[in-house]
């Protein structure tokens, strides 16, 4: 059974930067990807990045890719969020999600798996 496990959040300041991880388990096949998607009080899920394996491509909306990297370690099935210049709307539950796919889902709805999210919280 695919588990997913999020680390790392918390409570920063506006233009702080942050890095959440997550680490996968029970993965059986050998083309998947691994995402990040994120929920604000009162709105829909939104994917923020994504990334294959065993490619290492990467995907994130324009909107996220200035301050948002998403990387990989692929020998721990892990992948990391570096956030930077942080902002109050980016205060979130940020979610850890896979799929066996070969592309980045366009749509949140397409992951198969989740975590059980983290919180980060922006606020002066």
């Known amino acids: 059974q695919v588990q997913l496990v999020e680390s790392g959040g918390g409570l920063v300041q506006p233009g702080e930067s942050l890095r959440v991880s997550c680490v996968a388990s029970?993965?059986?096949?050998?083309?998947?990807?691994l995402g990040w998607v994120r929920q604000a009080p009162g709105k829909e899920r939104e994917g923020v990045a994504c990334?294959?394996?065993?490619?290492?491509?990467?995907y994130s909306p324009r909107a996220m890719k200035d301050r948002f990297t998403i990387s990989a370690d692929k020998a721990k099935d892990a992948i990391y969020l570096q956030m930077n210049n942080l902002q109050p709307d980016d205060t979130a539950i940020y979610y850890c999600?896979?799929?066996?796919?070969?592309?980045?889902?366009?749509?949140?709805?397409?992951?198969?798996?989740w975590g059980q999210g983290i919180q980060v919280t922006v606020a002066s």
């Open positions: 999600a896979e799929a066996r796919a070969w592309v980045c889902p366009h749509s949140p709805r397409l992951y198969d798996h």
């Open positions: 029970g993965i059986t096949s050998g083309q998947f990807v």
């Open positions: 990334i294959s394996f065993p490619e290492g491509d990467s």
